[in-house]
């Protein structure tokens, strides 16, 4: 990918869908876009076949309108429900087996940075508890200890939401489930800490209540991801089917785990800090 393969050459705008006419005129190719006017732009992802109220589609749709150079940009992920949503956006994807994503995309980021030694390539995993925590848990936690530089999301429904209703490491202590129906006997894993010990160099926590504190938290992510190593994005993102949220209901759920157990929690290295301090100053400057 690349802005200049993404644009149409001129005289072919007329043979060219409508749809990716659009998408050139008026997506976020070349641009930064704002979160708060989605509906307003031609979005990367319009159409998928995830469950209607999915509260992880909505942050997909989020995730999408936040990266910093989507042109520039391919995203890794594997069985689940995230990549009904990821393999129909308009932005390079790569289908990793399952619990292999971060192994993938650690090879995939070294190659970029051979085969574009003079530009960015911002490689992005995202996939479920299942993919990462549990079954993906030693090929997620190696790439951080080699501290490969791209970042990692977790799109958490605390539950195999694609597979039927197993219980996986991240769901809650006691919860019962279809295929867990005497309860969960152990507490939800703190991915959060295992993220910071293993090495990696900006951690955030949230639920998808505020889109553009979802969008800054993306940003702030694979930026920090480009320059200094690991990131980490867990995001609470309600299975309504599994744990029969009413669809009406799902950001009042988002809410009310917000308060309990998700409330926004953001982590990094002092070099990233200052990094980012150094990026806010010069963007104030620029205002002013």
Not at 97 to 112: C, H, M, P, Q
Not at 171 to 186: I, N
Not at 230 to 248: G, L, Q, R, V
Not at 263 to 271: I, R, V
């Amino acid at each position: 990918m690349g802005l200049e393969y993404v644009r149409i050459s001129p005289g072919f705008e007329r043979y060219m869908p409508k749809d990716y006419v659009d998408l050139v005129n008026y997506g976020p190719f070349g641009r930064q876009v704002d979160v708060q006017q989605l509906g307003q732009f031609k979005e990367l992802v319009e159409e998928h076949p995830m469950c209607a109220g999915c509260f992880m589609a909505y942050f997909i749709r989020i995730f999408y309108a936040a990266l910093p150079n989507p042109e520039d940009t391919i995203v890794i992920g594997t069985a689940g429900c995230a990549r009904l949503a990821l393999s129909q956006a308009a932005v390079p994807f790569v289908y990793g087996n399952y619990g292999d994503t971060n192994a993938v995309a650690s090879g995939l980021k070294r190659a970029l940075t051979i085969r574009f030694p003079d530009k960015v390539k911002d490689v992005v995993v995202i996939a479920g508890d299942g993919g990462l925590i549990d079954i993906g848990f030693g090929m997620t936690m190696h790439s951080w200890f080699r501290r490969e530089k791209f970042t990692t999301i977790m799109v958490d429904n605390e539950v195999y939401g694609n597979t039927g209703g197993q219980e996986s490491g991240m769901s809650p202590k006691g919860v019962q489930l279809k295929m867990a129906p005497k309860g969960k006997q152990f507490d939800k894993i703190n991915a959060v800490e295992l993220a910071k010990v293993a090495g990696c160099v900006y951690v955030a926590k949230l639920a998808p209540t505020n889109p553009k504190r979802i969008a800054r938290t993306i940003r702030r992510a694979i930026l920090a991801a480009r320059h200094f190593g690991p990131t980490f994005i867990h995001a609470y993102t309600s299975c309504n089917i599994e744990y029969s949220i009413p669809t009406d209901k799902v950001l009042e759920d988002a809410r009310k785990r917000e308060k309990q157990d998700f409330a926004f929690y953001e982590w990094m290295t002092d070099e990233v800090r200052e990094y980012f301090e150094e990026i806010e100053k010069q963007s104030q400057e620029v205002k002013v």
